[in-house]
């Protein structure tokens, strides 16, 4: 993600996520559609894993950012 956003409420999560996922399939899940169509087991494996990383790699960021200012008493 390369804006940052202000998230105040379930609803502004809610569209958060909706957009994020919208990147996410765009870019990752074409790769593993094709993958599946025209490639190997191993480029199939490759694709779902990245497909996985950038679920991963989103959640950890709103992770991040709900983490920001609190204090680690």
């Known amino acids: 993600m390369e804006d940052a956003i202000q998230i105040d409420n379930r609803g502004d999560f809610g569209l958060w996520a909706i957009e994020v996922a ?11 559609a094709r ?20 679920i991963t790699d989103a959640m950890m960021e709103v992770f991040d950012g709900l983490m920001d200012g609190v204090s680690g008493e």
Do not use: C, P
Request: negative net charge; without cysteine.
């Open 35 to 54: 993958a599946a169509r025209d490639g190997s087991e191993d480029d199939v494996r490759v694709a779902g894993n990245a497909l996985g990383q950038a």
């Open 22 to 32: 919208k990147q996410i399939v765009a870019a990752e899940g074409f790769e593993l």
